[in-house]
């Protein structure tokens, strides 16, 4: 690896990430999402990246759950991806916003029906009694879309775009020495690129 970087983090992204998706046998698209609940503490969780682009990387969730109250409330997040097989991570951070309604709904029209069912029937994050009392709300759910192949996407239900600020990637190296560089993106849009100490 040398000094001879792309000029943006999408580029190099696509690259480690497309590496990943060769030798990761589940979830390469899996990620720990750090957020700051709505009451102002640190949240972490494993959810799934959904898709990138040069605008951001982009998740779903129940609008009305802890992580979417949170983002909801101080939207700024940050991504960690780590890729045993490719002994290599990327840490994305930066503001977030909700991706539009006509994005949610490209996702969710590619959901199966039990899944669709899922996002209207869960109460996400919220205590339940048992989990019959979900099965109970499944049912129900079921029953009011009988007939329907595909349910609508509900109104608390959507996605969240991660806009990068940072992007850091590390990638092992024997002894503990390993390489890590960051992009640090510029008031103009540019991006500046540094080493940092492992």
């Known amino acids: 690896m040398t000094d001879n970087f792309p000029g943006n983090p999408t580029?190099?992204?696509?690259?480690?990430?497309?590496?990943?998706?060769?030798?990761?046998?589940?979830?390469?698209?899996?990620?720990?999402?750090?957020?700051?609940?709505?009451?102002?503490?640190?949240?972490?969780?494993?959810?799934?990246?959904?898709?990138?682009?040069?605008?951001?990387?982009?998740?779903?969730?129940?609008?009305?759950?802890?992580?979417?109250?949170?983002?909801?409330?101080?939207?700024?997040?940050?991504?960690?991806?780590?890729?045993?097989s490719t002994e290599r991570q990327i840490r994305v951070s930066g503001r977030t916003e909700k991706t539009t309604p006509e994005?949610?709904?490209?996702?969710?029209?590619?959901?199966?029906?039990?899944?669709?069912?899922?996002?209207?029937?869960?109460?996400?994050?919220?205590?339940?009694?048992?989990?019959a009392e979900l099965e109970e709300s499944l049912r129900a759910y079921d029953q009011k879309f009988d007939g329907q192949e595909n349910p609508p996407r509900p109104d608390h239900w959507g996605g969240f775009r991660i806009i990068?600020?940072?992007?850091?990637?590390?990638?092992?190296?024997?002894?503990r020495l390993h390489k890590r560089f960051v992009y640090t993106k510029n008031a103009d849009g540019t991006w500046s690129i540094g080493w940092l100490y492992p």
């Open 11 to 84: 580029d190099l992204f696509h690259e480690w990430f497309q590496r990943a998706e060769e030798k990761e046998h589940s979830y390469p698209g899996a990620m720990s999402l750090a957020t700051i609940s709505a009451d102002g503490k640190p949240s972490v969780r494993i959810v799934l990246m959904r898709g990138y682009n040069e605008k951001g990387l982009h998740f779903y969730t129940n609008y009305d759950s802890n992580k979417g109250r949170g983002l909801l409330a101080h939207p700024y997040a940050e991504a960690n991806f780590y890729w045993k």
């Open 164 to 175: 990068p600020e940072r992007v850091e990637f590390w990638a092992e190296e024997p002894y």
């Open 103 to 131: 994005e949610s709904d490209m996702y969710f029209n590619n959901r199966p029906r039990p899944s669709r069912i899922g996002a209207w029937a869960s109460q996400q994050s919220r205590p339940m009694k048992s989990y």
